[in-house]
């Protein structure tokens, strides 16, 4: 772990995925925590998968014992992301005739009808789902009824995600594989956005959360043993992480701790390229979370493997 010291602050840099994540030791509200980030360094940590939430919630441990900001607040503003990182919702929508509702200022999820077209519902509904495993290019049918949030949450211990259709052709087999049920997708609906503006759709909410109380358009990251995301009012004060490196100017000293402390975390096997992250203040609205995984027999349907990595909007 590399440590610098900026204008009177020892502040170790943690690396996941060679994205340099600095921890700041210093209690601010969310809106001072991002202006240090931009000020010092390029902004609050964005996350963009499962496996770089694991790598920097190691580091969270081992450093802190309290929630911490990153970049995540409530912006008001209502847009449809899927589960996958990726532009498909931009490129390709296959929504019912008078879906998603018009005007509905809330978090929504999707589902799938068996013509393959999209559905806006709540997403405590209980009904059967699909995952993907981008690995194997596969999709699979759980039959089992869970709400949105908990279907996610099998489909991420199990395989990879709820199935995403970012073009025609995953959307046929998504539909294929949900035979003729209804089911879930991983289309959702919230006002979170990134401060760095990046547009990942990654969540971990925890149970019951967020809370939607007013007032609580910022998010951290508890420091219980799962690391889930809670909201929080913007003018609380906590430790935070910034992401990118030290501009150019501010270091006054630098030092290196001891070996004992590993310098990097490997978090994404299938990926050389460094954790993003973007911009952009204020606040904004929700999405998933949680997990039950049962076991059942599930319905494979094999395509031609793609990419490990996946794309979303």
Known sequence: MTVVLVTGLLLPVLVVSSQQYPYISKKMSWMEAQKFCRETFSDLATVNTKEDMSGLLRIILAAVTQNVYIGLYRSGVFTWHWTLPGNGYLEFQNWKAGQPKVGSEQDGCAGMDQNG????????TQRTFVCTDVNSGTYILVPISKSWRDAQEHCRGFYTELASAMNSSENQKIKVAAGSQQVWIGLFKDSWVWSDSSGSSFRFWNTNQPSNIKGQDCMVVTT???????????????FFICQGDLKTGLALQSSTSPPSTPTQIQTSPT???PTQIQTSPTSSTPTQNQTSPTSSTPTQIQTSPTSSTPTRT
């Open 117 to 124: 077209e999209w559905f806006e519902d709540s997403c405590s």
């Open 224 to 238: 219980n043993p799962t690391g889930r995301w809670n909201d929080v009012s913007c003018a609380n004060a906590n």
């Open 271 to 273: 990926s050389s390229t």
